[in-house]
């Protein structure tokens, strides 16, 4: 089911992107040549030409966006590190953009579209992942799209990872428990607490239904397994 949701969302989240694309496409035409004092020597090219090159765009930009990982949904992943990749994935298709346009003679264009078309896209992709992930973070805080998991161990980081998960709650990780490595059930100063061994970890993860585990061992935990 989580796989299921997260393929869904990734589709979403993919054509979003694209429809952004491309009306950035659209308004870096208009504000280059109609909404600028900035002259434009070589003339306007018909607006029918500027959108049969929405094609080479989308297929480019699609591409760049799709192979930066940025639709692998990672729960943990820090806004910064998202627009880092939008940034980077922005910079290749432009670039592909133009070497495309040395290979193919007929087509030209705008240098000053490009550069709108960069800024515009860039900010407004930016922009749509906030609010995507704001929706997100709505419907796990309401109690869906939640991911139940498990930590691996006792030590000290073990209890890093649990605090860092639970002071992002807008993730919709919520932690079932921790798994010793030895026998040690009851009462802890861990919270949440300690529910089973490794030799428990099976039968756990289907009786709860867990989603991940997540191996959180002290190097002196090591030579115990």
Known sequence: ??????????????????????????????????????????????????????????????????????YKFQRLTSRLRAF???????????LLFIASTYLFQEYRFSRGVIGYFFVISFSLLC??????QALLSYFRIKGLNLRHIVIVGTGELARTTAKKIENRTETGIRIAGFIAIHKTLGDTPLSPKIIGDLLMLPSL?????????????????????
Do not use: C, E
Not at 127 to 132: E, T
């Open 1 to 70: 089911m989580i796989k299921k949701h997260r393929i869904l969302w990734a589709r979403l989240l993919f054509l979003g992107d694209l429809s952004i694309i491309l009306v950035s496409w659209v308004f870096a035409y208009f504000l280059r040549f109609f909404l600028t004092l900035i002259p434009a020597p070589k003339g306007i090219y018909n607006f029918s030409y500027h959108m049969s090159l929405s094609i080479v765009i989308l297929t480019i930009w699609g591409l760049s966006l799709h192979f930066s990982g940025l």
């Open 84 to 94: 880092r990749k939008i940034f980077n994935a922005s910079v290749i298709a432009t």
């Open 127 to 132: 922009l749509f992942r906030i609010l995507f």
């Open 205 to 225: 993860i289907k009786d709860l239904h867990l989603d991940q585990v997540i191996i959180a061992l002290d190097a002196n935990d090591y030579p115990s397994l």
